[in-house]
């Protein structure tokens, strides 16, 4: 595999593309040794096979503002890999939502429910839409218009859309109701449903947790434990929230929150009551994290990013690109030991080889944040047996899906010197199963 000539090629056939481009390079440097020890991977057009998606879904969608407006928005649905299981991928509503960084998210999809050793294949999907200024009415409208044509591309065994930025619990039953109302079917075709109709306990908490729990993995491999540690998170929606939980109820210190306007900085920590106030905050009242500064009388940054603060460990958990080349010195000058990806894509590239250079503990989110959708597919599998699972039982499948796909990292990322490359290990994991699975149903 000649990764240089790859890239170049599908630039020109995908111009305009960047977020895409640099998921796909990303990927292929970490994957070329592995892949050129299997020369029928070649033979066979493997790679370029798996890079583009099986196939996207774009379409219009027109709905009624409260004022009596019609309003257009852009809806996608990218499919990119179907070889291990159905189509599996979040539904993300935002202004930033185009083709390129859908593309990407579901290319990164494909490899993330790999690694969780579920039947899962790879998708994303979305649409411009942003929920944010707008009403219940208009969201449901919205949601309502988008189901009118997605309901034509996914099902149970087909493809299981699940949330993503934007899109809660709200928007997942708005989304589901229309469905039902659509197909006279009452199946498991999206996930983060609701606990009345379907869904799973911990599935809200997953994201979150699972990023923990990897990082706990991470730190044993160097003897060392949560207890105590200070930690830089950024974010303040569902990821955020229940990393920073899951952070407290390990005994760490988190010190910073942030939203699209600016972060804070808790000297003293974000302890369970502050995150009370937190949740309430985002997901009640839907207010800026500014106010968190307010009550509590702490440093608030606007228009900045956390990474410049002094902390042990940090986890990205807002969006991705938010982690570049100078914020990754600035971690490591400051004595970061750890860095765990809860958001899809935070590190840009020239980052992680800082990071990597200086030989501390990194985690792409296709492994440290496959928790979300490992727990999608453990509800896939409650709505199929029609059961509902304890919350004990979810969060020990949960805990074991983690601690394996950290065994895999290892397995295949550990480096002659005994340091652990997560990125390689969890990507060349990720695609060994798939490709065995291509090559095994033929062209």
Not at 245 to 254: F, N, S, T
Request: include cysteine; charge should be negative.
């Amino acid at each position: 595999m000649e990764e240089k000539r790859i890239v170049e090629k599908l630039e020109e056939r995908f111009p305009g593309e960047p977020e895409y481009i640099e998921a796909v390079s990303q990927v292929l440097e970490t994957i070329q040794g592995e892949y050129n020890k299997h020369p029928e991977f070649e033979k066979a057009n493997l790679i370029e096979r798996l890079c583009i998606p099986d196939r996207i879904i774009q379409f219009r969608v027109n709905w009624v503002d409260d004022n009596g407006q019609i309003q257009t928005n852009m809806g996608y649905r990218v499919q990119h890999n179907n070889a291990i299981g159905p189509y599996k991928g979040g539904i993300r509503f935002h202004k930033s939502v185009n083709l390129s960084i859908l593309k990407f998210l579901a290319f990164e999809q494909t490899f993330k429910n790999s690694l969780t050793t579920l039947p899962m294949g790879g998708a994303k999907g979305g649409s411009d839409f942003s929920p944010r200024g707008k009403s219940d009415a208009e969201v449901m409208r919205f949601c309502q218009a988008f189901m009118n044509e997605l309901y034509h591309y996914i099902g149970p065994d087909q493809d299981v859309p699940a949330g993503d930025i934007g899109v809660g619990g709200r928007e997942v039953g708005y989304l589901f109701g229309q469905y039902k109302k659509l197909t006279h079917q009452y199946v498991g075709v999206l996930t983060g449903k609701g606990l009345e109709y379907g869904g799973s306990l911990i599935r809200p908490e997953a994201t979150g947790y699972g990023n923990v729990y990897f990082l706990e993995n991470m730190l044993k491999t160097r003897g060392e434990s949560l207890e105590g540690k200070t930690v830089l998170v950024s974010g303040s929606g569902n990821v955020a929230q229940y990393t920073l939980e899951k952070l407290i109820q390990k005994g760490a210190k988190p010190i910073t929150c942030s939203d699209s306007d600016g972060y804070i900085y808790d000297p003293n920590g974000i302890n369970e009551d502050k995150l009370r106030f937190i949740m309430e905050l985002k997901n009640v009242r839907r207010g800026r994290i500014s106010e968190y500064a307010e009550k509590y009388q702490v440093k608030y940054i606007k228009g900045e990013k956390p990474w410049f603060e002094k902390a042990d460990i940090a986890t990205p958990c807002a969006t991705q690109n938010e982690i570049n080349e100078e914020a990754a010195k600035a971690l490591v000058k400051n004595g970061v030991t750890a860095v765990s990806e809860g958001a899809n894509m935070p590190v840009v590239p020239a980052a992680i080889k800082v990071f990597q250079d200086a030989r501390i503990l990194y985690s792409p989110g296709k492994a440290s944040n496959a928790g979300g959708v490992a727990t999608s597919g453990l509800e896939m599998t409650q709505n199929s047996e029609r059961l509902r699972w304890t919350r004990e039982e979810v969060d020990s499948e949960l805990q074991d899906i983690m601690n394996n796909i950290h065994d895999n990292c290892v397995r295949y990322g550990t480096e002659p010197d005994g340091y652990i490359n997560y990125e390689k290990g969890a990507n060349i994991a990720g695609f060994l199963k798939v490709a065995r699975a291509m090559m095994a149903q033929g062209v």
